[in-house]
Structure formats: structure tokens, C-alpha cells
């Protein structure tokens, strides 16, 4: 187990360490100029040497890289100054010389528009993108299984056409065409119906009760993001519990004369569940990313909101974390699914 879990995190290092040349690539061919972003109105010459030599970019390439990666590394080598403990904030673990080995939160430097650390940005919104993401996978995993079991149980009916045909439908459309659709229909025109509005946020500032969470704000972004996983769940469990359901011990509890529901809860659904498990994962993550133009379209405060607006300002530090941070959860999430897969299956491991 250990050499597996081991064999796991190198892949999941690598891959960052890929996105990581990626992003740092990316960010070296985009139009615009850091140094004159930075500078603002005091754009003189010594003030842009200072932040020329601040960011590295007076290095070539492969040590402008190498130096990107010690700055976002957790365990990193840096000059023993005041100035670099204020700034990376770490706790010193040896000294060499002048330089020491340290240990810090990564850093992934200051936002260009308000110098605040990137860290910060990312934390103070990660909240609503992960009640935005959990709220979707939610909705999608419980109507996706409960679909999933009643198209199963009639197939071939007008129940499991139906049903198909809107999981098809459900695939196809694009999330953000979908979030348009929902939110003009009731968060707009059905409003006085639904009492559902077009924008909101997770939390509400009122004059008397001060800050207040209002989840009705959450269902229309989290429909239109959970529409997607909803339907391959769907599809899932429908397959798969066609197939549980015509092995032969389905058959011989059948015939013992257990209730057709206990037959489904304790036989069927547990065996069918494995596939939908996958589906779960993999979705989970993918709706981290997902989100980014869900929440742009609600004004949902979240990540996605966040990382579309430093787009449009060229704020390269906010675009570069936030797509290292979801590469993190991208792997972080897979390990912990393999790792769950290897303790429900042994035969993985091999």
C-alpha cells in the first residue's frame, strides 16, 4: 500500500510540475507588461529596475523558471534577510552559509490590482466555490442515483426514454448555455414565481441581523453546474444496475422471497455503485473548474469569478495560482480516489 501510494504522488508531482511549466510558459508569451502593471503611475526608471529585479524578470528564462518554482515550493532555499522573511513569511529549517533551507506556505506572489498575496485572494474566495461545487455534486448525485433506479427497474418503458433522452440532452448542452437558460427563465422572467433572483451571493449584509447566509442564492448556479454530472450519473446507474440485476444471486434472493426493495438496497444498488463512485470523483474536481463561468454569470463570489476578472486585467499572478490551485485539487482528488480504490479492491494495487 505504501509503494502504491508513493508510485500515486510522484504522478501527481509530475503532472504539477507540468502545469507549473505551463503556466509559467503561458504567462511569458501574453501580451502586456507586469513591470508597467505594477509600476502604475510611478512608472520611472529605478522603480521599474526594483520590480524588474523583484519578480526575476532581469534572469533568463530557465532561471526565471527556476526561481518561479522555489517561490511556490513548500520547501525552498532562500537568502537569510529580513526582507525575505517578510515576504515568504517561513520558518527556517537549516542554514547554509548565507542562504537556509526553509518551510512555507507557497508562495504565488501579489495580484498586480491590489497587492494583496495571491494566497489570501484565492482562500477568501474559496468558500463560495466550494458550496457552489459540493451543492451541485449533491443535487446530481442524489437525483442522478434515484433517475438512475427508476429508468433500471421499467427499461425500455416511456419512464426510461424519457429519462434518457433528458440525460442525453442534459450531456449535451454546454453548462454555461444551460446557466444562461435557467437563469433568465427563473431567476428572471419566472422570478415572481420562483422568488428566485437572477444574482446573488452566499451571504447577504442586512442593516438589522448584519451577515446572514441565504441559501436560496445557491440553487439556480448549483442546478445549472449539476446538470451535466446529474446526467452521467444517470446513465451510470441505469447501466449498471441493468447489469447487477441479471446476475443469478439477484435471481436467488428473489426467489427466497425478499421484498423487491430490500433486494435493490442491500444486492443491487451496493454492486452498481462502483462505476457512479468514479463518476463522483472525477466530477468533483472537474466542477472546481466548471464553476468559472457559472459563477461569472450569477455574480457567484467564488474563484471562477475571481480568476475571470484578473483575465481581463492581465493580472497574470491571480490566473497563474488560481490554475495551480485547482491542478492541486485536480490531483490531490484522483490520489484520494485511487487510494479508496486500492482499500475496497486489492487487485488494483497490482
Known amino acids: ?29 501574453l501580451p502586456g507588461d507586469p513591470v508597467a502593471l505594477l509600476a502604475g503611475q510611478r512608472n520611472d526608471l529605478a522603480t521599474r529596475e526594483a520590480l524588474t529585479a523583484e519578480l526575476g524578470l532581469d534572469k533568463p528564462l530557465p532561471a526565471q523558471l527556476l526561481y518561479y518554482v522555489n517561490d ?6 532562500h537568502e537569510a534577510t529580513v526582507a525575505n522573511q517578510e515576504k515568504y513569511q517561513y520558518h527556517s529549517l537549516l542554514k547554509i ?22 494566497t489570501e485572494i484565492l482562500l477568501d474566495h474559496l468558500t463560495g466555490t466550494l458550496w457552489l461545487a459540493g451543492a451541485s455534486m449533491l443535487l446530481a448525485t442524489i437525483f442522478g442515483i434515484l433517475f438512475g433506479i427508476m429508468a433500471s427497474l421499467k427499461p425500455h418503458t416511456w419512464l ?48 438589522f441581523a448584519g451577515k446572514k447566509l441565504v441559501l436560496q442564492n445557491l440553487i439556480l448556479p448549483a442546478v445549472a453546474l449539476g446538470i451535466r454530472p446529474l446526467a452521467v450519473i444517470t446513465q451510470l446507474t441505469r447501466s449498471s444496475m441493468i447489469e447487477v440485476l441479471a446476475q443469478d444471486y439477484i435471481r436467488t434472493a428473489r426467489a427466497k422471497g425478499l421484498n423487491n426493495y430490500l433486494v435493490i438496497k442491500r444486492h443491487g444498488l451496493k454492486n452498481a455503485l462502483n462505476p457512479v463512485i468514479t463518476a463522483v470523483s472525477g466530477w468533483l474536481a472537474s466542477l472546481m473548474a466548471g464553476a468559472f463561468f457559472i459563477e461569472y454569470i450569477f455574480n457567484w463570489k467564488g474563484i471562477g469569478a475571481v480568476t475571470i476578472n484578473a483575465v481581463q486585467n492581465l493580472d497574470f499572478p491571480v490566473v497563474m495560482g488560481a490554475t495551480l490551485f485547482i491542478a492541486f485539487l485536480f490531483v490531490l482528488i484522483n490520489i484520494a480516489v485511487d487510494m479508496l480504490y486500492a482499500l475496497i479492491d486489492p487487485r488494483v494495487k497490482l
Request: aromatic share 12%; glycine share 6%.
Open 72 to 77: 511556490i515550493s513548500p520547501v525552498s532555499v
Open 160 to 207: 426510461d426514454h424519457l429519462l434518457i433522452t433528458t440525460s442525453v440532452l442534459g450531456i449535451s448542452v454546454p453548462s454555461f448555455v444551460a446557466a444562461i437558460l435557467i437563469a433568465l427563465t427563473f431567476g428572471f422572467y419566472w422570478s415572481g414565481f420562483t422568488g428566485l433572483k437572477l444574482t446573488g451571493q452566499l451571504y447577504e449584509i442586512d442593516a
Open 1 to 29: 500500500m505504501i509503494s502504491f501510494l508513493l508510485n500515486r504522488l510522484v504522478h501527481g508531482l509530475v503532472i504539477l510540475l507540468g502545469v507549473v511549466v505551463a503556466v509559467f510558459l503561458l504567462f511569458n508569451v
Open 97 to 118: 552559509s548565507k542562504k537556509e533551507v526553509v518551510l512555507k506556505v507557497p508562495y504565488l506572489r501579489r495580484s498586480f490590482q491590489s497587492n494583496k498575496r495571491v
